[in-house]
C-alpha cells in the first residue's frame, strides 16, 4: 500500500473558487436533472415500456417514484454519513480555518488551566 501511495501526487492548495464554480454548477444542475429525468420517464414508458408491460401510467410512475424514494433511503442512511465523514477528515487535513480557531483555543484554554493551577 505505501507503494501505491508514492505514486499518487499529493493533492494541492487551489483556493476556493475553483470549488465554489463546481459546487455551484452541482447544484444548478440538480433542476434541470429532475426535468430530465421526468421527460426520460415519459418517453420511456409511451415509446417502450407500455408494449411490453401492460400498466397504466400511473401506475409505473409509482413504482418508479417508490425506486426512487428506497433509492434516496439507502443514501441518506449509509452514503450521506459516510460522505459527510469524508469531507471533514479532508478538511482537516487542508488549510481550515476552523482547525486553526481550535488550536488557538486549545492554546488558550491550556494557560488558563496553568494559571489556575499555580
Known sequence: MHRLMKHIPSQKKPGQFIGGLKELFGRTSFYITVINFMLLIVTAYYTTIRDFVNMPFIWFFAIIMLI???AMFIEYVYIL???MIFQNSQSYKHENPLKDDIKL???RLDDIEDKLNR
Open 68 to 70: 426512487l424514494g428506497f
Open 81 to 83: 454519513p459516510s460522505s
Open 105 to 107: 483555543i486549545l492554546n
